[in-house]
C-alpha cells in the first residue's frame, strides 16, 4: 500500500531523532512512498538548522538530503496539490505547509504517516483523510 510521508517522519530517516529506529523500520517496510515535493523543503531546513547548530556538517546535511531525494517513489508537484491545500489550511484554520500533504492523503486515497501531533489530530479532523502515527 503506498503510503504519504510526512517531512517529520522522512526527516528521521536521515537525522538522529526520537523514534527514528520505528522511522527506519517503515523505511525499510517495502512499502512505496509518495509526499509533496515540499518535503524537500522541510527536510532541507531541518538539516540546515542541525549544521547551523553545529549538530552535524554541511558535508553531512548535503548528503543526507540526497539520501532523502531517493527514497521517495513519486513525489506531487505542489501546484497540482495547491487549492485543495489551501481549502483545507483555511478550513482548518492551519498552516497550509501540513496541508500539502493532507491533500495528497486524500486525492491518492493515501494514509499520510506522521510524527507530528499537531498534524495527527488535524488530519483525524479532514473527512476521507486516513492518518497513522509513526
Known sequence: ????????????????EVMWERADALR???EPFIAPDLIFAEIGNALWKRAIQG????????EALATA????SALAPMAALAGRA??????MKHPIYDCFYLALAERERAPLVTADKKLLALARAVKNIEVRAL
Open 1 to 16: 500500500m503506498t503510503l504519504v510521508i510526512d517531512a517529520s517522519v522522512a526527516a528521521k530517516w536521515v537525522l538522529p
Open 28 to 30: 525499510l517496510s517495502g
Open 55 to 62: 549538530e552535524i556538517t554541511a558535508v553531512i546535511a548535503v
Open 69 to 72: 531525494t531517493g527514497l521517495f
Open 86 to 91: 489551501a481549502e483545507i489550511a483555511i478550513a
